[in-house]
Nanobody, 123 residues
Framework: QVQLVESGGGLVQAGGSLRLSCAAS????????MGWFRQVSGKEREFVAA????????VYGDFVEGRFTISRDSAKNTVYLQMNSLKPEDTAVYYC????????????????WGQGTQVTVSS
């Protein structure tokens, strides 16, 4: 059974940086893609970024505009989301997700989810 555990969230001032981590366990992830989504209370989950585990191919949501970088460390079975130039509108709960196969923008294509980590950006 796939388990995903996020960490690294917190409170940061606008313009600051955070690095989120997602520790994955439960199987071999070479055929998986990993995604980051975010959600504000009362709104749909929004796609942030995704990466294929084997090739490291990345894709980002339109709003990222070069501020975020997704990466993975295969030796540690961990996926990261480096977030720079944070804005108050980036405030949300950030979720890590996993799916077999290629990356997807749709939350409905992901089968496994972490518990989420809160990111708060103050103005």
């Amino acid at each position: 059974q796939v388990q995903l555990v996020e960490s690294g969230g917190g409170l940061v001032q606008a313009g600051g940086s955070l690095r989120l981590s997602c520790a994955a366990s439960g199987r071999t992830f070479s055929t998986y893609s990993m995604g980051w989504f975010r959600q504000v209370s009362g709104k749909e989950r929004e796609f942030v970024a995704a990466i294929t585990w084997s090739a490291g191919t990345t894709v980002y949501g339109d709003f990222v505009e070069g501020r975020f970088t997704i990466s993975r460390d295969s030796a540690k079975n961990t996926v990261y989301l480096q977030m720079n130039s944070l804005k108050p509108e980036d405030t949300a709960v950030y979720y890590c997700a996993a799916r077999r196969g290629g990356s997807s923008w749709s939350q409905y294509d992901y089968d496994n989810w972490g518990q989420g980590t809160q990111v708060t950006v103050s103005s």
